[in-house]
Each structure stands twice: as C-alpha cells, then as structure tokens.
C-alpha cells in the first residue's frame, strides 16, 4: 500500500479565497485522485491527476475553480478558489498502487465562512 | 442520480454478533466493487474487493457477497468487534483497476458492548 500525506489537515477560510492543499505519497504513482466528501455526503471525484499533462476534470467541476498541479511522480496539489461556504467539505487525494486498490490520504478538512 | 445507494445510513450491533452491510447499485457496467471502512479525521481504508465475475470473496471476518442479477453487494463483519465500530462505504468501477470510483453514502456502523 501507499503511504500518503496531506497538507493541512484542517483549514478555517474567509470566502473569497484561496486555498492550496496538497498531498504527498511516499512512492512515484501514476495517478493521482481528489475527491470531495461535502457533509452528510458520499465522496465525489474532482480530477485525476496526470503527471506531465492536464488534470481530467468530471463532471461538474472546473479548472478555474479546482486548479490542479502534479509537477512529479509523488506530489500533487489542489487549489479551491474565490471560496464560498458551499465549498466547506473535506477534500482527500488518493493514489492507486500495486493491486488496483486506490488509497487515500487522511483528507483536509475545509470550512469556509 | 446516485449510481451506488446505501440505503441504510447506520446499523448498531452487538458485540459478537454479524454486522450486515448493504448496497445496492443502478449501472449494470460496473464490474469490479470494494469496502472501505472509515474512522472520522481518517480517509477510507481499503476493506475488500470483489470482481463481477465472482459471487463471493472472503478475507478474515469479512465476506462480500456480489448479486449482479439483483445489482446488490453486502460486507458481512463476524463476529463484530468494538474496533469495526465506523462508516463503512462501498464503492463500483467500470473495471478493475480502473481511476473513477462511485460511492455510496455510507453506513454508519456502531458495535456495542
């Protein structure tokens, strides 16, 4: 299994704006995952982070509004931006390694007032 | 348009006895489904998986049970244990090994003494 690390672990934000988490895994991935889990909610994925190329977004969510970086192997950072309250969520990465399991990482967990 | 419902937002159990966890899915291409336990401040940690050309699959206390004609899969814990005490999320994907997970919403579940 990986070992991933995520930064911060808990953020208070005034809307309006932004905020950079980002996610650490301790062997290089392929790919890299963010999902969102809003409050009484099941976990939605944001993008898929490739490394040398452009994030896949789905549905419903934008590069503008989830800017994403993955400048190596092992590193990824999301960017919630020009927050609101509805962004308030916990926001995790995961990463998929050796048996087509995807782990995650421990999630920051954003409120934004 | 949830894809993977669970029905049951939380499930109490006594110490001991079988804990019973369902799902219930709507996309007949999904082929590969897995557990994932969560304690809160954590991100989910990968329970068990099962492929669509099995019916079941076993790993300690845990069973998952696959009915593709009924779209259902359900995570059986015995015997349960204070420690299995947690939110329990079962998720789909179009094939093994695939990026995009589907959850559920969740199952709360509590082990009681």
């Known amino acids: 299994s990986a070992v991933i690390s995520q930064k911060p672990s808990r953020d208070i934000c005034q809307r309006g704006t932004s905020l950079t988490i980002q996610c650490q895994v301790d062997?290089?991935?392929?790919?890299m995952f963010w999902y969102r889990q809003q409050p009484g909610q099941s976990l939605t994925l944001i993008a898929t982070?490739?490394?040398?190329?452009?994030?896949?977004?789905e549905s419903g969510f934008v590069i503008d509004k989830f800017p994403i970086s993955r400048p190596n192997l092992t590193f990824s950072t999301l960017t919630v931006s020009n927050m609101s309250p509805e962004d308030s969520s916990i926001y995790l990465c995961?990463?998929?390694?050796?048996?087509?399991?995807?782990?995650f990482g421990a999630g920051t967990r954003l409120s934004v007032l | 348009d949830q894809q993977v419902k669970q029905n049951s937002p939380s499930l109490s159990v006594q110490e001991g006895r079988i804990s019973i966890l369902n799902c219930d899915y709507t996309?007949?291409?999904?082929?590969?489904f897995l557990w994932y336990k969560k304690y809160p401040a954590e991100g989910p940690t990968f329970l068990i998986s099962i492929s669509s050309i099995k019916d079941k699959n076993e790993d300690g206390r845990f069973t998952v049970f696959l009915n593709k004609s009924a779209k259902h899969l359900s995570l059986h814990i015995v015997p349960s244990q204070p420690g299995d005490s947690a939110v329990y999320f079962c998720?789909?994907?179009?094939?093994?090994?695939?990026?995009?997970?589907?959850f559920g919403q969740g199952t709360r579940l509590t082990i009681n003494p």
């Open positions: 982070a490739n490394q040398g190329s452009e994030a896949t977004y």
């Open positions: 995961s990463v998929t390694s050796g048996r087509d399991i995807q782990y």
């Open positions: 062997s290089q991935v392929t790919m």
């Open positions: 996309n007949s291409m999904f082929d590969y």
């Open positions: 998720a789909a994907s179009l094939i093994q090994g695939a990026q995009k997970l589907v």
